[in-house]
């Protein structure tokens, strides 16, 4: 069409069709006409003029752009176009326009990229394979239950930054020493290697935070210096130059997010089977990037032929309640070891105790928090003494804690409402000791609370017989059957 340009994208179609057919042919092609493809054939085809640099339309921004706009983003860089924009409406009501937003939006950001100043540029890195392994705490935020009960807890993350080979673990107190050093051991364990240099941001349970660069804690200089890894950390408190692990922190809870909803449930019945759903996640993880691991795994330094330490000892005594008390929760033991000293090894996730030089008790570790003082009592440490004198269980402190779970709550109200005092206390305790006995704490539990919700029955002889296999004790008898001949010689001794 007459004064109708042509675009560049129709003159490049037009120059690749005319080398394979005619001018006629490719000027078709190209929705272009003769006379033009003849220009171009020519080389006296007038290119479309650059753009006009005049208005067609009145500014909008004309008003306020130099005496208000311009002012403020010479003052600050952190101002946003929404800022601006809402200053305007509230301040400027009467010569801004809100509908002129996008104008406004488009003038700021162009303004920017011509007079702004510098913006901050991210460094791409390079690393060779088996120099780097970086490590961080990352807070897991998905309603994760164990039983039922809500579950609060982190993930230590390792990863080896060559081959994004990575390793993941439960967390469930803070960012302790005894923490890092348990999910350090663990992923060069996982790992089969350790990296030269070993890189976290400013962890208390490795550095003091002091101003002097390095100022390590004893304790992580030691657990360094026995795997043969040189420690690194980023400036404090600038997340993003430990970005080769803060963003694969993001990308793991992720596809934690994704992978519990596929399962369509966050519940789990312990901590094993959600420590175990972790570990599947991150093996998935780790088969993507399986070969460039296993050229990482050559560069990696041996294992030392022992781990170090990864819990800290504590000596206590075991007070006449049958309790210890550390790192503000109180926790019931066996009451044979009352008035004993006991050492106790506490690590991440659970407590050891060890006596007379040998490992007595493992239990879980609860964590107190917000200073509100935690309990973990159990009902089986202290029963053979209860049973004695079941009326202490009425109004002892630690009653609540005593019941396992809630059917035996459920079974404690209708039994303290239903019976007598003294009797109550009696059912509840022979029910908690008859369930040490036959170790059938749920199932007696469901039956004794169907068998008072049905019938209204408190009976624990119906529990011990369903529950307690009492197996009789049959002696061993040798009779042996006396001679005829004995029989007759006292016969004959009868006088006449």
């Known amino acids: 069409m007459s004064g109708k340009h042509i675009s560049d994208k129709q003159v490049n179609l037009y120059m690749t069709q005319r080398a394979k057919h005619s001018q006629v042919i490719a000027a078709a092609k190209s929705g272009i006409s003769s ?8 080389q006296i085809h007038q290119p479309k003029q650059a753009n006009r640099n005049w208005r067609t339309r009145e500014d909008p921004l004309s008003v306020i752009w130099e005496p208000i706009v311009l002012p403020l983003l010479q003052q600050s860089d952190g101002l946003t176009p929404i800022g601006i924009f809402d200053f305007l409406c509230e301040q400027h009501s009467d010569q801004f326009d809100p509908r002129t937003r996008r104008t406004l939006e488009r003038r700021i950001n162009r303004w920017r990229q011509l007079h702004g100043s510098a913006k901050e540029v991210m460094f791409t ?12 705490f990352t807070v897991v935020k998905e309603s994760v239950t164990i ?15 060559a081959s994004r080979w990575g390793y993941a673990q439960v967390v469930y107190g803070g960012e302790s020493f005894t923490a890092l050093s348990d999910g350090l051991q663990r992923a060069f364990s996982a790992s089969g290697g350790v990296p030269h240099e070993l890189r976290t941001d400013s962890l208390s349970a490795a550095y003091k935070n002091r101003r ?12 360094c210096q026995h795997y043969g890894v040189k420690p690194t950390r980023n400036n404090r408190g600038i997340a993003h130059e430990n970005g080769a692990i ?10 934690l997010h994704q992978a519990l909803l596929v399962r369509g449930s966050h519940d789990f019945n312990s901590r094993e089977d959600y420590e175990a759903f972790v570990q599947n996640l991150l093996k998935q993880r780790n088969r993507r990037i399986h070969s460039a691991f296993l050229e990482e795994q050559r560069q990696l330094q041996p294992l030392p032929a022992t781990q170090r330490v990864n819990y800290t000892e504590h000596i206590l005594s075991v007070s006449r309640n049958s309790t210890i008390t550390i790192k503000h929760v109180l926790y019931s033991v066996p009451s044979r070891l009352v008035s004993s000293c006991v050492r106790v090894r506490l690590f991440d996730a659970k407590l050891e105790l060890w006596c007379a030089g040998e490992h007595t008790l493992t239990l879980t570790r609860l964590f107190s928090s917000s200073g509100i003082r935690q309990r973990n009592i159990d009902y089986q440490h202290v029963i053979e003494s209860l049973v004695k004198k079941p009326r202490a269980f009425r109004f002892a402190k630690w009653r609540d804690d005593l019941l396992p779970n809630e059917d035996y709550r459920h079974i404690w109200q209708h039994a303290n409402t239903q019976l007598p005092s003294d009797d109550a206390c009696k059912y509840i305790v022979g029910l908690l000791h008859l369930a040490k006995k036959a170790n059938c704490e749920d199932a007696l539990g469901r039956y004794a609370l169907a068998q008072i919700e049905q019938a209204s029955r408190f009976s624990l002889i119906d529990c011990q017989q369903r529950f307690l296999n009492v ?8 009779i042996q059957q006396h001679a005829l001949s004995d029989y007759q010689a006292l016969l004959a001794r009868v006088p006449a």
Do not use: C, M, W
């Not at 002097?212 to 657990?223: G, K, P």
């Open 246 to 255: 803060e963003s694969p922190n993001n990308h793991l809870k992720k596809q």
């Open 35 to 42: 006379r033009t493809a003849g220009r171009i054939d020519n």
């Open 147 to 161: 039983a039922g009960v809500s579950l609060k807890h982190r993930l230590f993350h390792y990863r080896l930054v």
């Open 212 to 223: 002097e660069q390095n100022d390590f804690t004893e304790r992580y200089a030691d657990l």
């Open 471 to 478: 197996i009789p004790i049959i002696p061993s008898l040798r």
């Open 125 to 136: 890195q390079t690393h060779a394979t088996g120099a780097l392994g970086i490590a961080d």
